[in-house]
């Protein structure tokens, strides 16, 4: 490959990638062009999702909020603005509530289900935080539910199908870029026991819901879940086995969850072996994610990634065409392209986007009940590797 094409198709100095989730101005499905929602769950992920939807230009209203604590609805209150809301302890309530459009649910992972099935059939559209759901029956139930209303969006929050540079990546590796991908190595690290405070010994559970198996699915549904997403979406894919291990092996605090865990995915029609990785008590890597192939690997960041060519494709790359002139490949100090010159924005601003774009249009989420249900099962199939020692295979009941 010249490097001439190498610029021109790959793009990787032209600035950002055309941001395929911009705002719409064709307002088809809300007369008034600003959607009204109520946000289920608000703690410190409801919160987020408020804070975001501030960011977004009067394209959604948060007019209604849920949850089981009062401490959490005042907080919420805060982050939009006093008196602006109707609060709720109950979710059903707030369903009843013909004048919200759309829901966001970022309750503990046992409740999704329950409360997206519920909005479902109340009529309202449904942003889902990842993991989708808890269980792999759970997931099969959704996507049959879901077939129901065909005119309601459900997206599911796996971000980073939305953002400008994991795009950019997933063209690259469509491209041929990387040549064959053999390994991925993925890791999520924290020196921190990943606890809130509790105002109130009573709460524990409720506030630290993921350390608890009743509630939650661990680091791998709340961490390692988006880079296990994004591996299905670059490469059309899901796992065909799945192994792992953990344990508790630094917080002997009373969580069930672990704190340590390593999880290996093998792709049989790729010939490629995903590693995936979390632990709270080395902070180090922090997010890693590097795709390698035989002509290049990619590290990624949340928001930026590099380009790090084999040598053979490095000497590709700077040949130089005399006849018609190249432009200039802009390397790193560590021999690296940057994929894009600019950091992306977080990337819930593009999930929301997206899902506002859904709404409005008709268009179907980059991250919808469908490919939502495929990660949801690696993730459970990853959880029951660990917890029971076996290595898990991937059915035909799990394509959907």
């Known amino acids: 490959m010249s490097r001439r094409n ?22 088809s499905r809300i007369p008034d062009g600003i959607i009204r929602v109520g946000v289920i769950g608000t703690g410190d992920r409801g919160k987020g999702l408020i804070h975001t939807i501030k960011q977004l230009n009067n394209s959604f209203k948060v007019t209604a909020t849920c949850d089981v604590l009062d401490f959490r609805l005042r907080e919420a209150e805060k982050a939009w603005g006093a008196g602006q809301l109707k609060n709720h302890s109950d979710y059903r309530k707030l369903l009843d509530d013909k004048s919200v459009d759309a829901v966001l649910i970022a309750t503990p992972l046992n409740s999704h289900y329950e409360a997206a099935a519920a909005a479902l059939e109340a009529g309202k559209h449904v942003y889902l935080e990842k993991t989708m759901t808890y269980s792999i029956s759970e997931a099969q ?20 199908r939305y953002t400008p540079l994991y795009y950019r990546v997933k063209d690259m590796i469509h491209k041929g870029y990387l040549g064959k991908v053999t390994q991925v190595e993925s890791r999520w690290d924290r020196n921190w026991n990943w606890r809130r405070s509790v105002p109130d010994a009573a709460l524990e559970k409720q506030v630290n819901w993921r350390m608890y198996k009743e509630y939650s699915g661990g680091l791998v549904a709340e961490l390692l879940s988006h880079q296990i997403d994004f591996i299905n979406w670059a490469f059309d894919t899901h796992p065909d086995e799945v192994l792992g291990t953990g344990g508790i092996d630094f917080y002997k605090d009373g969580r069930e969850t672990f704190d340590n865990v390593q999880v290996t995915l093998r792709y ?49 790359l700077e040949t130089v065409d005399g006849v018609t002139g190249a432009s200039k490949i802009e390397w790193n100090t560590d021999g690296g392209i940057p994929i894009l010159k600019e950091k992306s924005k977080d990337g819930t601003w593009y999930a929301l986007s997206d899902f506002y ?30 917890a029971q020692h076996q290595v898990k295979s991937w059915k035909s009941e799990y394509n959907f």
């Open 268 to 316: 049989n029609k790729q010939n490629m072996i995903g590693n995936f990785g979390a632990t709270c008590g080395n902070a180090y890597d922090g997010y890693l994610f590097r795709l390698k192939g035989t002509k290049g690997t990619i590290s990624l960041l949340t928001d930026q990634g590099v380009f790090y060519p084999e040598k053979e494709t490095r000497k590709e």
């Open 6 to 27: 190498f610029l021109k198709q790959a793009g990787l100095l032209t600035g950002s990638l055309l941001l395929q989730n911009q705002m719409v101005s064709a307002f």
């Open 141 to 160: 139930k959704l996507v049959k539910l879901s077939e129901k209303y065909p005119n309601l969006v459900l997206q599911v929050g796996h971000q980073y």
């Open 357 to 386: 774009k859904a709404i409005t249009t008709g268009a179907k989420p980059a991250s919808n009940v469908i490919t939502g249900a495929t990660t949801a099962v690696c993730v459970h199939l990853a959880n029951q590797a660990i």
